[in-house]
């Protein structure tokens, strides 16, 4: 009985392990490709709109709009593959200088799409002019633009963005990846929720903003927006006003000829040269700021957890205010004090006052630093110290 309670399982492996492979022998990889071209001329539009897949976006000295759609399922049947690439619809549209091509599956999120249709790989690889504007958009992959002269609008719900030289505007968003620009001469904004951004020199106004990463901007000739929840900011030069806020890391802002409000709850606040008003909060860090311009309105640092360090050039005319509960004021200013001396407290004006400079700070001393021009260069460099003043004050780090 035992014995053939034995002969009748290997037999039953033995038939399993034939199905499998000849299940396996059945299914295989395949593909199927498009491809599409059209005439066209400088200044004209493409439009993508992909339910999925990779776009890469090249240009040259053409006058074509070349579209190639490479498709790809593994794993499955001939007849299924099939079935599931007649049901993925392509469809490829001109309409005078305007190129359109989208992607979707007939029923949407009906029966082929969940019993399959989810496995299909797609990747668009486009050639256009040049000169062209492009509004490119997916569902499931990474965008990619080469150098363009024109407008470029670019979204993905599942990849990054890579765009190069861009004469023109940009606009960009991803929910799940990292965006970076090597150059724009218009406006920029881009927005993920998901990874860091990185931006070289922009000939406008720049918005940029991420949930998941940093933020780096090299250069803007307009005003500049950074925000992130979750990483550092670090702008080069703004020659508009400079705003940068974060809740989980450092903000550095090397240059702004306009007004910089710096925010950040877990980290450091450094604003080297700025020409305007400043605003710089946190409570996780200290506060360094270089006034090299006269301000014309009021001016606030402040932290809980650090120093402030404030630079002025020499012709800067503001009224003081400095407090701390964590340490010192010390000076090197030329401050006529306003009321009684303290350690921790100076009150006074410079250069016979203006706006005011408030100064606070809960965890560190406040330190004032007098910026003298280098003849011939331009540069700014700290003075030699002298302690004249020592009293009341609350402020950051400076």
Request: glycine residues 16%; positive net charge.
């Amino acid at each position: 009985m035992k014995t053939n309670v034995f002969k009748i399982t290997r037999a039953g492996l033995l038939v399993g392990a034939l199905f499998t492979a000849a299940t396996a022998f059945a299914l295989g990889e395949y593909d199927n490709n498009l491809k599409k071209s059209f005439p066209a001329s400088p200044g004209g539009k493409l439009v993508v709109d992909a339910d999925r897949g990779a776009i890469d976006v090249t240009t040259g000295e053409t006058d074509k709009v070349e579209v190639q759609v490479f498709r790809k399922l593994r794993g499955l049947s001939q007849s299924r593959a099939d079935e599931i690439f007649k049901a993925h619809e392509m469809t490829f549209e001109q309409q005078a200088d305007l190129v359109t091509v989208s992607a979707k599956f007939q029923g949407a999120t009906g029966g082929l799409f969940n019993r399959g249709g989810s496995g299909l790989q797609v990747r668009y690889q486009i050639s256009i002019p040049k000169k062209f504007n492009v509004d490119l958009k997916t569902a499931g992959g990474g965008i990619t633009q080469a150098d363009l002269t024109g407008t470029v609008r670019a979204q993905t719900s599942g990849g990054s963005l890579k765009l190069a030289r861009i004469d023109g505007p940009v606009w960009g968003k991803t929910s799940g990846g990292s965006i970076s620009l090597t150059s724009a001469s218009g406006e920029v904004e881009v927005r993920t929720s998901g990874g860091s951004i990185q931006i070289g020199e922009v000939g406008d106004n720049v918005f940029a903003r991420t949930s998941g990463g940093s933020v780096r901007l090299d250069k803007a000739k307009g005003a500049v927006v950074a925000e992130t929840s979750g990483g550092n900011i670090e702008i080069g030069e703004a020659e508009g006003s400079a705003e940068a806020k974060t809740s989980g890391g450092n903000i550095s802002i090397k240059k702004s000829h306009g007004k910089v409000t710096a925010k950040t709850s877990g980290g450091n606040i450094e604003a080297g040269e700025v020409h305007g008003d400043v605003v710089a909060k946190t409570t996780g860090g200290s506060v360094s700021v270089h006034l090299t311009g006269q301000p014309k309105a009021d001016c606030h640092l402040e932290t809980s957890g650090g120093s402030i360090r404030l630079d002025c050039a020499e012709n800067v005319a503001v009224d003081l205010d400095a407090k701390t509960s964590g340490g010192r004021v010390v000076t090197e200013l030329p401050v006529t004090v306003a009321g009684e001396h303290k350690s921790s407290e100076l009150h006074g004006k410079i250069n016979g006052g203006g706006p005011v400079v408030c100064l606070r700070t809960s965890g560190g001393s406040i330190h004032l630093k007098k910026k003298v021009k280098r003849i011939g260069d331009g540069l700014w460099r700290t003075g030699k110290v002298s302690l004249l003043r020592r009293q009341n004050c609350n402020g950051r780090l400076i």
